[in-house]
């Protein structure tokens, strides 16, 4: 992908191959580490605090994901690069900025707090959707066909029921920001034991 334009790059939101083609559903059980977590630089404990803001990429759209197959349909590599990556993007291009805009615009933003995930307005910072770090078991991450283009997943948050609390579309680098949740979590989880040991001892 390295030879790709970089008007198509920056139209598109992501490049590179995705690890692990075959495996496109992963879940994830969320565990306390064994050993001591360090604490995250900046957050405070009594304060919610802004960890990582994530903007959904093209692929988040259906038409999005149709660039991203197109783009990616070319099963021979040459000189480890596929022909479509350097047909389709360009001309394709102008749709791509079109979306991109219009998920500005229009749609959602996500923010990984301390003591959250949230769903917000691009516009505006309002929120539509939050769940508590402690609610969450499990997150699926599932790659659609179309999003592998762009490096990009969708991840559902799961409790301890099994029921869905959030699903998170078409996000780039989704395992960074599932590894970043889960890191955020156990942080909480070891704050509230904390806490919990102290009131008892008061």
């Known amino acids: 992908m390295g030879s790709v334009s970089l008007l198509a790059l920056m139209c598109f939101q992501g490049t590179g191959s995705v ?10 059980r969320v565990e306390m580490a064994t050993q001591k977590l360090q604490a995250i630089a900046g957050v405070s404990a009594s304060d919610e605090t802004e960890i990582r803001l994530k903007y959904p990429s093209i ?23 596929r022909p479509s990556s350097l047909i389709f ?3 394709l291009a102008p749709l791509g900025v079109a979306l991109y805009a219009w998920l500005k615009l229009t ?4 923010v990984l707090t301390n003591r ?4 917000c307005t691009s516009l505006g910072s309002q929120t539509q959707q939050s769940v508590d770090l402690m609610d969450i078991d499990e997150i699926d991450l599932h790659q659609e ?39 955020a979590r156990d942080a ?11 009131q008892a001892r008061a």
């Open 19 to 28: 690890q692990n083609q075959g495996q496109s559903h992963i879940r994830v």
């Open 59 to 81: 692929a988040s759209t259906s038409l999005g994901r149709v660039i991203g197959k197109l783009s990616n349909c070319t099963p021979m590599r040459i000189w480890g690069i």
């Open 89 to 91: 993007p360009l001309p």
């Open 107 to 110: 749609g959602p933003k996500y």
């Open 116 to 119: 959250s995930v949230q769903q």
């Open 145 to 183: 066909p179309g999003q592998e283009f762009y490096n990009a997943a969708n991840l559902t948050l799961i409790d301890r029921q099994g029921d869905r609390l959030m699903r998170i579309e078409g996000v780039p680098c989704a395992d960074m920001f599932c590894a970043s949740i889960l890191k």
């Open 188 to 198: 909480r989880l070891e704050t509230a034991d904390a806490l919990a040991t102290i």
